[in-house]
């Protein structure tokens, strides 16, 4: 009884509240001044610089004339198309690579014991803030022309060591892999845990090895987030600056570097072209977002027409 | 049997890993206190550099600027956001998707892009927008909203919000005075986690203040990279710093998760209680 009355009033007293919720929001729309920082803030700093690029890309210098003769000019001369290519294939060949090794380290951890993979996720967690100018700068004294490695393969007359060339596209690989590793296994670790003993234990009733379940069940389960993964790594490696530029300055031809050269030298900046040249990276980051995403249903499809 | 070889390969896996991923820094520590390296192994064990680095006074401005610009645009992106919050979650609940998209379109353009569309638009304009560090506080802000805006929305998600002012309503409260001093404090340890990974992000960012600070605001990256050319020893030293200076602010994060996660542990019990009864 007491219950119901009590029950009543809340409902009654909520009404209430209700009402002047909507009273207030009636005669009033000053609330709408606290989202005005927050939409000032995105328009001035998000979307327009944003739209005045992608605008930017398809005007001709001085006259202002639509053009596609940016686009044109990139694959024209030598040192952008290398740009986009060398941008293009360090970043499948690290995000290849790291996706492998991101998938044997996920799944020790995913069957480790907790003190072991609670010691490896911080050593994973620690790694990742390892990047940038300080990563480039570690890679010069192990594999530089001067590196401890170098020293060592010298001493050990091991030629490969003593030959490396870390100025190179394959050094480049070596140091992006380096920071892809703790990033693609911390996001492939959560994926694993859907992952289900019963599984394992069905295959290996039927009569299933190790390898089937992997190839008929594990591989296909986690097939969503392998891809999402890569995706990200690509992206990561694809944007990556300040890197490459501490390792080989402008000697190396990458799109993120070309791009920036375009804007802050101080003698000839050819806004249009840089504006041409930063659609070109976004374009290659949102294509393989949606190649993987295609791919992803493409699989979705066929695994369900078996079904039936 | 088969299963004591699987966590033998595991564990190699693990300690080949850390192996590769922890020799960089090991080596960059190493190199930091000895004269030479020029053969097998390092001679001339010495501090020198870290001390000289502490006696240098240039030294400690850099730092100084790093942490202002890595916590101003993270405290006003927060303050911004939880206020546009307000009128998502007292107002007009159904603008959540829109404020998702524009929260997350930061999130696929990366550094680089975004550094230069901004820097291409403001350079030439007059003074209060083509001011460096006005244009590096609002990139920075941009560029961290997608971590700040993760943090608030999945704290949010954990209260119920409108219930929570409603009820602050029956007693009298305003909307907003209702929304400013009961729903934010409930969200404040959970946002904590994404401050500070945010702080951990922009005190490593090269990129945009390479491009958009340049001379105008060098920070103990710019003060890196210029050092990388000088002494190897010294930058090593310098490298060492930074990262114990980041691993502070992770350490943070780790245990600020910890205890979210034992305060939601706790609440849940709370919960489950209230359900037996």
Not at chain 1, 211 to 237: C, D, E, I, M, Q
Not at chain 2, 167 to 186: D, E
Request: one cysteine or more; a positive charge.
């Amino acid at each position: 009884m007491l219950n119901e009355q009590a029950l009543a009033s809340a409902n009654q007293s909520s009404i209430q509240t209700l009402q002047r919720f909507n009273g207030f929001r009636a005669k009033r729309r000053t609330y709408l001044l606290a989202l005005l920082p927050f939409i000032v803030l995105i328009i001035t700093y998000e979307l327009a610089p944003l739209m005045t690029m992608v605008i930017r890309s398809f005007l001709t210098p001085k006259t202002g004339e639509f053009t596609f003769a940016n686009y044109a000019a990139i694959f024209q001369k030598k040192l952008y198309r290398d740009a986009v290519f060398n941008s293009l294939s360090l970043s499948l060949f690290s995000a290849g690579i790291g996706i492998v090794i991101a998938f044997f380290g996920a799944k020790a951890i995913y069957e480790s014991t907790l003190k072991r993979r609670n010691t490896f996720m911080s050593i994973l967690n620690m790694t990742s803030n390892f990047a940038g100018v300080p990563l480039a700068f570690s890679y010069i004294i192990l594999l530089g022309n001067a590196g401890v490695l170098i020293h060592l393969g010298r001493h050990f007359g091991i030629s490969f060591l003593e030959n490396y060339n870390l100025y190179s596209f394959s050094g480049l690989v070596l140091v992006y892999v380096y920071f892809q590793i703790p990033l693609g296994t911390m996001l492939m670790v959560p994926a694993f845990q859907g992952l289900k003993q019963e599984w394992r234990e069905a295959v290996s009733l039927l009569g299933g090895g190790s390898v089937r379940y992997w190839f008929k069940v594990g591989l296909p389960v986690l097939l969503p987030s392998l891809l999402g993964t890569f995706s990200v790594l690509f992206s990561n490696a694809v944007a990556a600056y300040a890197t490459a530029y501490a390792l080989l300055g402008g000697n190396f031809s990458l799109l993120p570097i070309r791009i920036s050269e375009q804007f802050v030298g101080d003698v000839l900046q050819r806004k249009e072209f840089g504006s041409a040249l930063a659609v070109m990276l976004m374009v290659l980051m949102v294509g393989v977002t949606i190649l993987s995403n295609w791919l992803l249903k493409r699989a979705g499809h066929q695994r369900s027409t078996y079904g039936k | 049997m088969a299963n004591r070889g699987k966590q033998k390969l595991n564990l190699t896996i693990m300690v080949l890993l850390s192996a590769y991923l922890i020799l960089p820094l090991g080596l960059t520590f190493l190199y930091s206190l000895f004269q030479e390296w020029t053969s097998m192994l390092p001679t001339g064990f010495t501090l020198r550099y870290y001390v000289d680095l502490f006696q240098d006074p240039g030294f400690y401005l850099p730092i100084l600027r790093t942490l202002i610009i890595s916590t101003v645009p993270v405290l006003l992106c927060t303050a911004i956001t939880i206020l546009a919050m307000y009128v998502i979650v007292v107002h007009h609940p159904k603008w959540q998707k829109y404020m998702q998209i524009f929260c997350t379109i930061p999130y696929s353009l990366q550094g680089v892009i975004l550094a230069i569309s901004i820097l291409a638009l403001y350079s030439g304009l007059p003074l209060p927008f083509s001011d460096r560090i006005a244009m590096l506080v609002c990139t920075y802000c941009i560029l961290i909203l997608p971590y700040i805006y993760r943090g608030i929305q999945n704290s949010l998600n954990a209260i119920n919000a409108r219930q929570l002012i409603e009820a602050a309503m029956l007693l009298g409260y305003k909307p907003l005075a209702a929304y400013l001093r009961v729903v934010v404090p409930n969200l404040l340890s959970g946002i904590t986690v994404s401050f500070l990974l945010s702080v951990s992000l922009l005190f490593g960012d090269f990129v945009v203040v390479n491009i958009i600070g340049g001379s105008y605001y060098p920070t103990a990256q710019m003060y890196l990279y210029k050092m990388m050319f000088r002494s190897g020893q010294q930058t090593s030293a310098m490298i060492v710093i930074l990262f114990a200076l980041t691993l502070l602010i992770s350490a943070g994060v780790l245990v600020l998760q910890q205890r979210n996660k034992k305060s939601v542990a706790h609440k849940q019990e709370v919960a489950d209680g209230f359900h037996t009864i």
